[in-house]
């Protein structure tokens, strides 16, 4: 049996370019977070998740995925304790696909290399193979290249904020249109601030090129973006929505996004790693 933490994620920039065959090219630097998953996994005969409601799951696509690779005939228990929220921008879904290759490489004892795992987290999703070392990275072209990142940064208090409603990342992306506009100048800060433990040089430079499509796509992320910035708060938006995370929150800032948000909006504190 293995039992692992699988944890969300940030993103500190989203640089969003030109599409090449089909797909847009991203600098996007994802920051590991507090809040996480625990998933355990125990060898059975054939693969299946406990209490699972999701269709086509991910983490059974990961397991299938691993044993064919591996010409395994066995399968796997998967039981999930799920706390981070679903289609909430925090890639939720990725960080337990990756967590299944990770666990699976360790319950069969197969000895897979990094470059192994990550080129089969690549065949999952983009961002799943930044989930196979959890490590802050700048993930390039689809975002599925993983370039390590040095980051001394010390923990950072945060507060999500996740609004009832799902957003299509597929959509988002549909309203997204590309200015040839670079931001290499904040990617460059947001990197130098990693390194030397400057966490307002990072926070300062935070930014993502698709908070505008995401406000478009999802009317009920959009007014509660509103109320927070007419009250004074910096509400960012991770991935393509609709998670907020406000970074440094003071209790007041906590009680006045509780008076803000609807009943059904999720609050959860948490930290980057």
Known sequence: MVTLRTHAKINLALEVMDTVNGYHLVNNIMLPISLYDEIT?????????????????????????????????????????????????LAGGSTDAGAVLRGLNELYATKASKECLMSLAEELGSDVPFFIEEKCALCTNRGEVINK????????????????????????????????????????????GLKDNNSELVISNIFNDLTAPALIVNEELRELYTKLKERGLDPRISGSGPTMFIVNPKGSDIELVKELAGSDTILIKASTL
């Open 41 to 89: 996994l125990e060898r059975a005969k054939e693969s299946y998740i406990v209490d699972n409601t999701i269709p086509n799951n991910i983490m059974l696509k990961a397991a299938e995925l691993f044993f064919k690779k591996f010409n395994i005939s066995g399968g796997v228990k998967i039981t999930i304790k799920k706390n981070i929220p679903v289609s909430a921008g």
């Open 149 to 192: 990142l040095i980051s001394n940064l010390e923990p950072i208090s945060l507060l999500l904020i996740k609004v009832r409603s799902g957003s299509s990342t597929a959509l988002v992306y549909k309203n997204y249109h590309y200015d040839g506009t670079r931001k290499q100048d904040k990617l460059n800060n947001i990197i130098e």
